[in-house]
Each structure stands twice: as C-alpha cells, then as structure tokens.
C-alpha cells in the first residue's frame, strides 16, 4: 500500500508530460491558410520545401510554426498625394494582395508576419505619389480615373512582385479635389458643353438651310427648262388633247379650238 503512491505519482507525471508534447507537437491549420515550418535545430526557415497545407500535422516539440492567410486580401488606403501642379488630392484606393504560396517560406524569413506594414502599404503609396504627380486636377478629375488606376497597380506590382507578394488589382474608389478646385473645374465642364451645344445647333441650321437652298434651287431649274421647252405648236397640240377629252363627255359643250382670232367654235354634243 505504501508503495502505491510511489508508483502512481510518477506515472502521472509522465502521463502529463506526454500531454504536454503532444499538445505541442500537433498543429491544424485552417482554410485558406498554409504554415511555414521553422526548425529551431535544424536551419530555422524551412524554405526549399513547400509550406504545410490545409489539415492537421504533427511537428517535433522544439519546432514552431508560423501560419499565414494565403487567400486574397484587401487593403483600403487614403492617401494625401500632389498633383503636377502641386494641389493636394486625395485618393481612395483598394489593393488586392495575397502571399504567393510556394514562396511563403522567404516572405516570412525576409519580411515576417508583418509584411503589409512593411512592404505592401509603402509601396502602393509611393506608386500613388508618382502617378498623381503626373496629371491635374482637371485630369484626375475628369478622364484619366483609369489610367491613374492602372499606372498605380503596374507600379505597385513592380515592387512586390520582388517581394514574394502577388498583386491582383488596384481599384482607385474616389479622388477628392479641394472644393474650389473642384467648382472651377465644374464650371469650366459646363462651359464647354454650352459650347459644344450651340456649335451644334449652328451646325444643325446651316445644313438645314443649305437643304432648303437645294430644294428651292431644284424647282426653279426645272420650272426654267419646262419654260424652254413650251412653244406654239406645243400649246396647240396639248388644246387639241385637251379637246378631244372634253368631247368625250357626255353633256354637249361649245368648244374654241385655236387661239387669238383664228379660233373657231366646235360645238360637240350626244347622239
């Protein structure tokens, strides 16, 4: 009996250290996540080898593992940025980022757990800087919203694309002028449309006019070649048609064939 607890104390002990190293040597990693294995014994960084995958694994006790989101992220940024002509302008933009996969291992040894802060953020502000820097406001404002967009994202993907970080898309939500700013250039817009307008209608007349100048110039060359064409006998020969019609009608009528003082009566009627 005595020799009961000296046994059992033991046991126990080693039943909880075997829990303790089992806890520890056991790791699930979730959706969309993958983890970098470090090897306190054995090189740190594992980074010729894949990164771990979705699933429950088990590592040696003195090992970590560092577990990273793989699937797409999102980042809204605010930035205060100058335009060519030294306005400040604000952009609203989002970026679209992931880690790539295979190459998780050199992104945590080169960058860590922290590499929004360290690479993704100060890259997309300084492409920002440097494309704004290229237009005004009026620009910025109006026509280059994509082009600015895009000149962003191939800027930005330049430099993380170095950095073990895989850029999807840029989208640029909003730009902001100062208030001033922004009524000149609305009122220069409207200016422009006004006069685009009534260039319009000016032209608008002008064809119309000319389409009645056409018209009219079209009747009086023909009305002049009718007139040509007309002559005496011409006129004689068109009263005889007519004539003959009017004899066709039932009811008799007195009709003048000729004209001035050589015309003469011809009275037609029913038989």
């Known amino acids: ?56 694994h088990i590592v040696a006790p003195w090992n970590k593992v560092f577990v990273y ?20 302008i604000q952009i609203d933009a ?4 992931q880690p790539v996969p295979n190459e998780l291992g050199f992104l945590h040894q080169n960058l860590g757990e922290n590499y929004l802060d360290r690479v993704i953020k100060p890259a997309i502000r300084s492409a920002a800087r440097s494309v704004v820097g290229r237009y005004t406001p009026e620009q910025l404002y109006s026509s280059k919203r994509d082009a600015i967009q895009d000149e962003i994202f191939e800027e930005t993907k330049k430099i993380l694309d170095k950095q073990n970080v895989q850029l999807n898309e840029v989208l ?13 250039i609305e009122r220069k817009l409207r200016q422009e449309q006004e006069s685009l307008e009534y260039e319009f209608r000016l032209v608008t007349a002008k064809k119309e006019a000319e389409k009645v100048t056409i018209e009219a110039q079209g009747k009086a060359d023909a009305n002049r070649i009718l007139s040509a064409s007309l002559n005496d006998q011409i006129l004689k020969d068109k009263g005889i048609d007519a004539t003959l019609k009017l004899a066709e009608s039932p009811n008799s009528k007195v009709v003048i064939v000729g004209g001035g003082g050589e015309g003469l ?7």
């Open 265 to 271: 009566p011809l009275i037609l009627g029913n038989n």
């Open 172 to 184: 640029v939500r909003d730009v902001t002028l100062p208030g001033t700013i922004k009524d000149a």
């Open 1 to 56: 009996m005595d020799k009961l607890p000296k046994i059992a104390l033991p046991a126990i002990f080693i039943f909880i250290v075997l829990i303790i190293g089992i806890s520890k040597s056991t790791i699930t990693i979730g959706s969309g996540q993958a983890g970098v294995l470090y090897k306190t014994f054995g090189g740190g960084v594992v980074t010729d080898e894949p990164p771990m995958g979705e699933g429950f």
């Open 94 to 97: 989002s970026a679209w980022y």
């Open 69 to 88: 989101e793989v699937r797409q992220q999102e980042l809204f940024e605010q930035m205060k940025v100058l335009s060519s002509n030294g306005l400040e």
